[in-house]
């Protein structure tokens, strides 16, 4: 098996792993989903006028482009969030079964980080580029017009791939643990 086989196979699996994540969700997860996206929708909107309002102005309308990317990453960031949801428990807990997962885990930690990273890449992205104060006072206004806007479409794509990333990594995360290798005791 080629090494871009062994790739595809192993994102079926992930794929197929995600899925049966989203199957297993409860209320609170999808409502909370619902709730951390639009919350992030309207502030990326807002601030960046692809909501219209008095508050912030944009000297360079918006590109076509700027809405799906600024959808699929706030449903994407909500999708996020509501992998740090427990489901709720229905019946009591049994001692058989094994105790929830801990959300401060190194993987957990690392999935926040990335989908913090690929947040403030999509705010960037859709953003007015000659409002954006730090591609203003590096470049100027002529340079972010020349050098930052043209650069905005792979910010996108950078942004939703590692929100995508984040996401999976998660929800892969929430029906197969990984092990750890078993620790050496010393023998007195």
Known sequence: MSRIERSAAQ???SAG???RA???WGPRQVIGAAIAAVIVGV???VATVLIPNPVFGRDVPPMPWNYPV???TSILTGTLVATYIRPS???PPDAAEPAAPNVDDESGIRSARIGGIAGMLAWFAVGCPVCNKVAL???GYTGA???FAPFQPVLAAVALVLSTYAVMGRLRGQVACSTQAPRKVAMP
């Open 22 to 24: 989203l199957r297993g």
């Open 145 to 147: 017009l020349t050098w």
């Open 89 to 91: 428990r229905t019946a």
């Open 17 to 19: 792993m995600a899925l």
């Open 11 to 13: 994102q079926r699996l």
């Open 70 to 72: 600024w959808i699929a």
């Open 43 to 45: 502030v990326v909107g």
């Open 137 to 139: 006072l590096a470049l």
